[in-house]
């Protein structure tokens, strides 16, 4: 149990870190990826650690992972939508951008 | 038995994590997709064998629903990430 | 499982963690973006190892399914190949940062984890599963106990496809672009296969790991497939059409149990214990099928166009 | 041990052999074309007698039928990707190995 509440902690800096650190916008929403899933085993483990195994994380986190999905999918059109709008690579900090 | 089950999953672990070097060293995108592919197999095989040794007939459908879905990823793949036409589409289906 | 459970967990987690890393900062966005889908894969066993099979279902069904064809779409739209030179990272002059950030959470949680009680809410759910109507307390929580939740989860998603909807059409075509007889047969083999399962999943529901959002995902990532090989959906972005009567479907039943369980004299989505089974079947019914259109919906990220029943493949 | 078991077992340890063989030929064929020869024909086989051995060894005839479905959607899935991705890679211009 341990290992996977180090494991969700490691996974946790890994999200955060490449959400602050990357400028492009499809590893900014892996990240987020990165960062739920961190989050929904972070709950999961703790809910392991109960004497009877507690159904109420479980059913959190399916909700959760249904919600992750319909965020991705919403922030990914707008990433499409913003790359023909601007007719380049998506990155938020890319020299034109910068410059305009 | 019992004890065999343990180890060859521990294999098949293995497997994955040795052909996650495919992944890394690609040279083409088809390498990784086909190496993606390779992984689906290999948590299937996990999952049932972890389905036999725990009793558990949930696993079965897990890995029910891996094998469908490794299909959805490669035609996805092909039909969309890597159909050779990437930017030429334009125009066809758009107004 | 002993010491040879840890070990296959270390392993587990050691390409977990590689993964996780190489979907943030591969070279090359593809690589990140397979790595990514291959995390997903891992992360279903991960759940399996947790005791978890209801989410590793879900995971299986979305993360590693779904999502994965959400990104390989829109990768499809970056220039990905060519997009390599202006892909970068901060890289290397903020250890000073992260090292004592991630000791901080970790801390943290780890003391968090070691102070807090633990949940406890295994005793009273067990205790309550007789009167639910169903077996498997995960379904219990999540169309009984707690439905609550279900209703603004399905709420979120409907949102979600009305904020595509609004950006306009749909950004992938229509028609599949490779050219290959194999594909309209692996989707009428596939296809009945998904219904298949996805019906099982929703049938299985009320006594073992299954239920309304593993079935939903299974089928949505069915027509996903069926797109993908060159059907023609039935869904159009018609103002009038039945389509946005459908994806409306889970939410509209949801509250119409709840508000009709209320002129029984009962409180908002407290069922009588003599009906609860088949309200439960009811409403699993109706928000796997709405999952599943609306899981299909926001993949294809904008407004279906609306002669897309009568145009001829390509 | 039980005869079904020990017959159980060998098909499962032998079908693990062929996923392994289907990734060596993944990490060390040349091209892509020559490992899509090698590494789906290689994990079908494999899948399908670890599903064999597991379903011998479980003795229960609606979890082998349920294990000889996965395997058959795997079988679909696998042989027709491996089609797809090899046409795909033809068309994007890649260039067989020794060619």
Redesign the interface.
Known sequence: MT????????????????LF????L??K???L??LT?AV???L????????????????????G??????????A??????L??RRGG???GR?RDSRNS | MTDLFPLLMILLMLNIVVGLMRVLRGPTAADRMLAAEMFATSAIAIALLLAVLTQREALVDLALVFALLSALAVVTFVNRAWSGRVRSSDGEDRP | MGAPG?AF??IL?AA??WT??Q???AAG?FR??VS?MV?GLL?AL??V????P??AL??AA??AG??GA??LS??G???WE??RA??????GR?RAF?VP??LL??AG??GA?WL?P??????P??AELGRSGVEN??T???LN??AW??LL?IA??L???V??WS??PT?WPSSPELVSPALPMLGRVLFPAFVLVSAYLLWRGSHAPGGA?PAG?VMGAGGVLMLMAGARPWLSGDVHGPWRWALALGMVAMLGVAFAVMTGGHGFFEYPVELAGRLILLLELAAGLS?AL??FA??L??EPPADWETRRPA | MSLTGVIGGILTVGGVLFLLLGTLGLLRFPDVYTRLHAQPKADNIGLGMICLGLGVYSGSLSLTLKLLLVWLLMLVATAVGAGLIARAALRRGIRPWGL
């Open positions: 290992l996977y509440l180090l494991l969700a902690v490691a996974l946790l800096i890994i999200g955060l870190h490449g650190v990357c400028a492009q499809m590893r929403i892996l990240a990826n990165v899933t929904f085993l972070l999961v483990v703790l809910a392991q650690a109960a004497e009877v195994l507690d159904p109420v994380p479980h059913a959190m986190v399916l909700t992972i249904v919600v992750t999905v319909s965020t991705t999918a919403v990914l059109g707008l990433m499409v939508r790359l023909e690579p998506v990155s890319d | 840890l967990d270390g987690g977990l963690l996780a890393w979907a943030i900062h966005l990140a973006v990514f995390f992360m991960a759940w190892r947790l005791e978890a209801d989410i879900a995971e979305i993360g779904i999502t959400l990104l829109a990768l739209r970056l220039d060519a997009g202006t892909d970068e990272c901060l890289r903020d992260w950030t991630g959470l970790l949680l780890g984890a807090l633990a949940p406890g809410l295994g005793e759910v067990a307390p995960v219990a929580v999540l106990f707690r939740d279900t989860e979120i998603l949102l979600g496809v904020a595509l950006l306009g950004p959002f995902a999952i609306l899981l926001l993949y990220g904008g």
